[in-house]
């Protein structure tokens, strides 16, 4: 079997870290939160998240996340609605909050997969901050 590609990535913690430090200013603008796609690949795709406040509701219709957390922690609601949804894009549905979701905590070395179509929202502790390595699969 034949690689997808011969490109080896390879990222410590600290250059994750970095790389989140780079996004600060961009979340102090765009409402807490900044994220950068670092690689592509023909059916995934990698990125590097920072969060000072809670994310909104969504569903990846076409994609599954796995999450590395890198530093802090946060909750995790998966499952149950997203009331008032609204799709922002092909195969992307966002919304305000989770409801009837299942709550766990996540703290660094934690790894999640969320399978494509689950709704899903990050909650933080206030003045928290919540930095994350994620991998993005197309999983339909």
Not at 97 to 106: D, F, R, T, Y
């Given at each position: 079997?034949?690689a997808?590609?011969?490109k080896v990535?390879h990222?410590?913690?600290?250059?994750?870290?970095?790389?989140?430090?780079?996004?600060?200013a961009q979340a102090?603008?765009?409402?807490g939160?900044?994220?950068?796609?670092?690689s592509?690949y023909?059916?995934h795709?990698?990125?590097v998240?920072?969060?000072?406040?809670?994310?909104?509701?969504e569903?990846?219709e076409?994609?599954?996340?796995?999450f590395?957390?890198?530093?802090?922690?946060?909750?995790?609601?998966?499952?149950?609605?997203?009331p008032d949804?609204?799709t922002t894009?092909?195969?992307e549905?966002?919304?305000?909050?989770v409801?009837?979701?299942?709550?766990?905590?996540?703290?660094?070395?934690?790894?999640?997969?969320?399978?494509?179509?689950?709704?899903?929202q990050l909650?933080?502790?206030e003045g928290?901050?919540?930095v994350?390595?994620?991998?993005?699969?197309?999983?339909?």
């Amino acid at each position: 079997m034949q690689a997808q590609t011969s490109k080896v990535d390879h990222l410590t913690k600290e250059q994750i870290r970095e790389k989140a430090q780079a996004l600060e200013a961009q979340a102090r603008t765009q409402d807490g939160s900044a994220s950068t796609k670092l690689s592509e690949y023909p059916n995934h795709y990698t990125m590097v998240a920072l969060r000072h406040k809670n994310g909104g509701a969504e569903i990846h219709e076409y994609f599954a996340d796995f999450f590395i957390v890198v530093e802090g922690h946060a909750t995790l609601l998966t499952g149950g609605s997203i009331p008032d949804s609204k799709t922002t894009a092909p195969g992307e549905i966002k919304g305000a909050s989770v409801q009837g979701g299942v709550p766990e905590e996540l703290k660094e070395g934690d790894v999640v997969h969320i399978p494509a179509g689950v709704p899903h929202q990050l909650l933080l502790p206030e003045g928290g901050s919540f930095v994350y390595f994620v991998i993005k699969v197309k999983e339909s």
